[in-house]
């Protein structure tokens, strides 16, 4: 069964993003997250040396992050949904695509993990997550490259990989800067710089796989994901949504893998990191 696409749907979906952007807003969801990240005081309120700063929805950073992430994924999809019957149609262009995505990605998770030009770094375990995976599949013949497939697929799996890496990287780094006194007395120890920050990082990056192996030990049992539930939609047996799903099961548990080993070896290393208060980027 297809959702039909007219009002009704329309008034549900309104209904329901008033309905989080309310909840977000009464239970003041994510108040004080950006001084957490970032050492300055939250906007919307004052602080030592700050002063009156923009005011957000409801008095809730993420009441308004849900009213704009709402919007913008309507807006996106009604973009997208006219623009991907025509860049199947040349493979340069269904390429293009698929590099948009990543480079959406890589921007998207840099900059929830950290507030300086570190950002870019992102991109390196979304690749490297990302781009094997891929090669295979384009390789052995399971996706060709003009396939519209392709997309549906790249897509699955770059998102995967930008979970992972926000997940981790924000993990790893809240985790150094609540504990940066056990960091300097690893270094007084003796360890190097990025030994000392692996000890304390890595258990904290390392819960960004959980929900991962959740949804795999948990399929079929407690939900039926997307790509079964889209297979079955489209017409495919059950046994051959089974397989797609599968797939796509291991395959995210493979990119989240190493997207999260590489951000957690990024942020060890000093590539990724948040200016403390009072620090110019460029130092």
Do not use: C
């Not at 890595?202 to 959740?214: H, Y």
């Amino acid at each position: 069964m297809v959702l039909p696409v007219n009002i009704t749907l329309a008034a549900v979906l309104t209904a329901l993003l008033a309905a989080a952007v309310s909840v977000a807003a009464v239970a003041r969801l994510g108040e004080g997250q950006e001084h957490r990240q970032t050492g300055k005081p939250a906007r919307g309120g004052t602080g030592e040396g700050g002063g009156k700063g923009r005011k957000t929805l409801g008095g809730s950073p993420h009441a308004r992050a849900i009213a704009t992430a709402g919007l913008r994924a309507a807006a996106q999809l009604a973009a997208v949904s006219l623009v991907i019957g025509y860049v199947v149609r040349a493979v340069p262009l269904l390429l293009t695509f698929v590099a948009l995505m990543f480079a959406v990605a890589a921007r998207t998770a840099g900059r929830r993990i950290t507030h300086n030009r570190t950002w870019r770094w992102a991109a390196a375990p979304i690749a490297a997550g990302v781009a094997p995976v891929i090669a295979v599949l384009l390789l052995t013949g399971l996706v060709a490259v003009d396939d519209i497939a392709l997309i549906p697929v790249s897509g699955i799996l770059i998102g995967g990989a930008l979970t992972g890496t926000v997940l981790a990287g924000r993990r790893a780094l809240d985790e150094l800067a609540a504990r940066h006194g056990e960091v300097e007395a690893g270094l007084a120890l003796g360890l190097p710089d990025r030994e000392a920050r692996l000890e304390i990082a890595r258990p904290a990056a390392s819960d960004a796989l959980i929900p991962g192996l959740d949804q795999t030990r948990t399929v079929g049992l407690v939900t039926l994901p997307g790509a079964y539930v889209g297979m079955l939609l489209g017409g495919a047996s059950p046994v051959e949504a089974g397989a797609v799903q599968l797939f796509v099961l291991v395959a995210l548990m493979a990119v989240q893998a190493v997207a999260v080993a590489v951000v957690l070896e990024l942020v060890a290393r000093g590539r990724v990191h948040r200016l403390h208060s009072g620090t110019s980027e460029g130092e």
